[in-house]
């Protein structure tokens, strides 16, 4: 891969946190887990020059892509692909894509991941697996426990709305040019929810906004929690052996999701 990215005299742009893998043996590690994930569609992000892109290919599911440089869509469209020209934190297709089961595969910019995980939370259902590389600091906020450091709003986001798995880890030296942190690909399967994910979200924010306030009082003064409701939420905590001065990062991903009966509709917290 690196000898293709030189013989194409390809030049790297800093500002769209180009960094290409290049190691076998993690593209051996991804895409062997993304061909034991069903799906009906393939959709990768920032393709770049094929180090996954090819294996895809011969996954034998059909496979389009989703990239911001204009000089790699103009190359996999003289190859015959698919893509779609565009920055995956604004493109409106998400949901256009008809496909009952959608994989998402990606060597992810670092700078868009987080914020890609978080909007996928709420995304289209049949976008129901992804296998996505992050920093690893990132990577271990995503799957940290509730009461470490780690832990937060993409924790409990995550964690609500996926299965999550490690796949692989990597190094700078697998990756041209090399970064100068380690990363770690994570595998994502969507759960079956039935609560509103913008209203998690947007208590969340409030919540981690003052994560050294009790939570309590926190979701009280911002409106969140009516004044009446707030000592069955405090008996509550108790039950759950957690007190009433429990802080956001006391409260495990599925404490999180008995929290929202507690609190107010979420029309009124928007307007």
Same mark, same amino acid.
């Given at each position: 891969? %690196?000898? %293709?990215?030189?013989?194409?005299?390809?030049?790297?742009?800093?500002?769209?946190?180009? $960094?290409?893998?290049?190691?076998?043996?993690?593209?051996?590690?991804?895409?062997?887990?993304?061909?034991?994930?069903?799906?009906?569609?393939?959709?990768?992000?920032? +393709?770049?020059?094929?180090?996954?892109?090819?294996?895809?290919?011969?996954?034998?599911?059909?496979?389009?892509?989703?990239?911001?440089?204009? %000089?790699?869509?103009?190359?996999?469209?003289?190859?015959?692909?698919?893509?779609?020209? @565009?920055?995956?934190?604004?493109?409106?297709?998400?949901?256009?894509?008809?496909?009952?089961?959608?994989?998402?595969?990606? $060597?992810?910019?670092?700078?868009?991941?987080?914020?890609?995980?978080?909007?996928?939370?709420?995304?289209?259902? $049949?976008?129901?697996? =992804?296998?996505?590389?992050?920093?690893?600091?990132?990577?271990?906020?995503?799957?940290?426990?509730?009461?470490?450091?780690?832990?937060?709003?993409?924790?409990? =986001?995550?964690?609500?709305?996926?299965?999550?798995?490690?796949?692989?880890?990597?190094?700078?030296?697998?990756?041209?040019?090399? +970064?100068?942190?380690?990363?770690?690909?994570?595998?994502?399967?969507?759960?079956?929810?039935?609560?509103?994910?913008?209203?998690?979200?947007?208590?969340?924010?409030?919540?981690?906004?003052?994560?050294?306030?009790?939570?309590?009082?926190?979701?009280?003064?911002?409106?969140?929690?009516?004044?009446?409701?707030?000592?069955?939420?405090?008996?509550?905590?108790?039950?759950?052996?957690? @007190?009433?001065?429990?802080?956001?990062?006391?409260?495990? +991903? $599925?404490?999180?999701?008995?929290?929202?009966?507690?609190?107010?509709?979420?029309?009124?917290?928007?307007?």
């Amino acid at each position: 891969m %690196r000898a %293709r990215l030189e013989s194409e005299d390809f030049y790297f742009k800093r500002a769209l946190g180009q $960094n290409f893998l290049i190691s076998d043996f993690v593209i051996e590690r991804i895409l062997e887990r993304a061909g034991q994930v069903h799906s009906d569609l393939i959709l990768e992000i920032g +393709p770049g020059l094929g180090a996954l892109t090819e294996g895809l290919q011969k996954l034998g599911r059909p496979l389009e892509l989703l990239e911001l440089d204009q %000089r790699i869509c103009e190359y996999w469209r003289q190859k015959g692909l698919n893509v779609h020209e @565009g920055d995956a934190l604004r493109w409106k297709g998400w949901e256009a894509l008809t496909p009952a089961s959608v994989l998402l595969v990606s $060597n992810l910019p670092y700078q868009i991941s987080a914020s890609l995980v978080v909007d996928q939370c709420a995304g289209p259902k $049949n976008l129901n697996s =992804m296998i996505l590389m992050f920093q690893k600091e990132v990577a271990q906020r995503i799957q940290a426990a509730a009461g470490s450091k780690e832990y937060g709003l993409l924790s409990v =986001m995550a964690q609500t709305h996926f299965q999550i798995q490690k796949v692989v880890d990597a190094g700078p030296r697998d990756f041209y040019p090399a +970064p100068k942190v380690a990363s770690r690909v994570l595998e994502f399967h969507r759960k079956d929810i039935n609560f509103e994910s913008d209203k998690l979200l947007q208590v969340l924010k409030t919540a981690f906004g003052q994560r050294r306030k009790k939570l309590s009082s926190t979701l009280e003064k911002s409106g969140w929690l009516d004044s009446a409701k707030k000592p069955e939420m405090q008996t509550w905590l108790a039950v759950e052996g957690l @007190g009433d001065g429990a802080r956001p990062e006391h409260l495990a +991903p $599925n404490q999180w999701l008995q929290l929202l009966d507690f609190t107010g509709g979420l029309a009124g917290k928007l307007a």
